[in-house]
């Protein structure tokens, strides 16, 4: 099917209008209406879907747009210079990353206000843009935000035929976070991509003082089926001119990719960093060995940003100092293989993951099927008993749910024949939920949480839900089918786990495949106060 760019791009433009019912009805302005009026800008699921279809190509208009929106709000992109901004992207590890360099540069220069913006939240949007390691309050959250609305619908010249009255979704939140740290004044920024590089809207910075990317793999960017190459293409036009262009080891292919843009771009240094050394023996604030490659790079980022500056510090290349150790140890980044005991549910731990790529898919159940988590520790005084386990998973309508299970599948049975299980693939789960990211059992999101990303007749007939119940069922043809759970939201969920009869064992709930999923589960459950 030939697609005609002008109208779909005419549908983008539509879909991220601003409501003018709120002009209307809105009197005050509050929190909540902050969050229903960004929410208008949430492109729906045929939107979304005409930009798949598109093959990428509406990404021309990406760059010159957000500069224009920029400039709509009273900046221009030199200023954004002032943000002293490293600037992360990669398919896996890269929020690991940022979180690891925002807690070093902290703890090194405690003196400093660092700004850390990141995507998506997990319960409140206002966790995306943080100042000290803490999310902006609800009140500066809805100052800013109305700043920047404000400045948007009242000048609305524009330059580009192609640009929207408005902004969409993530657009709007970069430009919210910019002025954030801007008039917060912050000394740092960690900037970490979206999606992609190239046409990030956060790839605005003209000179960011280092850029770095994580490991690089098949992702889910909006565009599917693209090769490894591609991807490193897209992920290395964060590298820029006179700055120095970081990369942990990828494959080979993808580094020639990488140190071919960093060439063509101009950075001042292409650098494929190394261990340092003793990092491996760090017990590093989030779980899982693949957290060390990501502590790694936030390292090196950290150290390089520090150099550029002129910060003296004396550190010894070859080992962590005290202060970057403090900040490896200290690193929290909730929803990523977090460990969290209920507080209120007696013999329930949570093991909550957005994994939501094959690689991270991966890691998630390398660290879960370990003993002391997912397996009984051996080593304990105590009668070793069989936990009641549970996995609660969800993915995005469009992406492989039956390869996802697959290697959730794969990898159990790998890490129970490396410790010698007597515990089986089939029987590892005593029960299998897939639900929607819908967060309450009436049907509704939480403001923060609601989506159009999924169509409503997909909701309504659970269809991806369904899918993966039956992909699920083709893997392990002995699972029993009364065993599998398709629910309409994640009260339902949470409130079936609730109704099992587990004989009074230890439950496990494993929570993986999406953010957003995570995110519903943390607000449902009660555990924000211990899980955020």
């Keep these: ?194 999606v992609g590089g190239t046409y990030d809207s956060t790839n605005i910075v003209p000179k960011p003082i280092v850029t770095g990317i994580s490991t690089l793999g098949i992702d889910h960017v909006f565009v599917l089926g693209k090769t490894l190459e591609e991807i490193a293409w897209q992920k290395g036009g ?51 060995k693949h957290q060390v490659g990501n502590a790694n790079l936030a390292v090196h980022l950290t150290r390089e940003f520090l150099k550029v500056k002129q910060v003296p510090l004396d550190i010894n290349k070859e080992s962590l100092s005290v202060a970057e150790i403090e900040g490896l140890t200290s690193t929290r980044w909730p929803g990523r293989c977090q460990e969290v005991v209920d507080p209120r549910r007696t013999n329930t731990t949570w093991f909550l993951d957005g994994a939501h790529t094959v690689e991270s898919l991966r890691c998630c159940f390398e660290w879960f099927v370990n003993p002391g988590s ?23 309508s469009g992406r492989s749910g039956a390869s996802f299970l697959g290697v959730i599948l794969d990898t159990i049975n790998v890490r129970l024949q490396q410790l010698e299980s007597d515990a089986t693939t089939v029987g590892f789960f005593d029960r299998v939920i897939f639900c929607t990211n819908v967060t309450y059992a009436d049907g509704e999101f939480k403001g923060d949480l609601a989506t159009k990303a999924t169509s409503e007749a997909d909701l309504a007939s659970l269809k991806t839900q369904q899918e993966l119940a039956s992909a699920w069922s083709s893997h392990l043809p002995q699972y029993p089918p009364s065993q599998i759970l398709v629910l309409p939201s994640i009260e339902h969920a949470i409130r079936s786990i609730g109704s099992f009869n587990t004989e009074g064992g230890h439950v496990q709930v494993v929570v993986t495949g999406s953010l957003h999923l995570v995110g519903g589960v943390i607000e449902v459950a009660g555990l924000s106060d211990i899980a955020l």
């Excluded at 590890?93 to 070093?104: E, P, Q, R, V, W």
């Excluded at 580094?255 to 060439?263: G, I, T």
């Design 374 to 396: 997912g397996i009984p520790d051996q080593a304990s005084q105590t009668e070793v008993k069989e936990p009641f386990r549970v996995l609660v998973f969800n993915c995005t």
């Design 238 to 288: 964060i590298y820029k001119e006179g700055v120095p262009a970081l990369t942990v080891d990828q494959t080979e292919s993808a580094l020639d990719v990488l140190r071919a843009r960093s060439h063509e771009l101009k950075a001042s240094s292409f650098k494929v960093i190394s261990p340092i050394s003793g990092i491996s023996d760090v017990k590093l604030g989030l779980a899982g």
């Design 1 to 194: 099917m030939r697609l005609n760019l002008p109208i779909v791009y005419r549908l983008l433009r539509l879909r991220l209008r601003p409501q003018t019912e709120f002009k209307r009805s809105m009197s005050t302005r509050t929190y909540q209406e902050a969050v229903e009026r960004l929410n208008t800008l949430q492109s729906n699921a045929a939107t979304l879907e005409a930009v798949r279809a598109s093959g990428g190509r509406l990404s021309q208009f990406a760059i010159p747009e957000m500069v224009e929106y920029l400039e709509r709000i009273g900046y221009k992109p030199d200023d954004l210079n002032a943000l002293n901004v490293i600037h992360i992207t990669g398919t896996k590890g890269k929020g690991s990353t940022s979180a690891f360099a925002d807690t070093i540069l902290r703890r090194t220069r405690p003196d400093w206000k660092v700004g850390l913006y990141t995507s998506p939240h997990l319960v409140a949007v206002r966790e995306r843009i943080r100042i000290n390691g803490t999310p902006l309050s609800e009140e500066a959250f809805t100052k800013y935000f109305f700043e920047v609305w404000d400045r948007l619908e009242k000048n609305i010249t524009r330059t580009h035929e192609s640009t929207s009255l408005m902004p969409g979704y993530f657009r709007f939140i970069t430009l919210l976070a910019f002025h954030a740290f801007l008039e917060s004044k912050v000394d740092a920024t960690i900037l970490e991509v979206g």
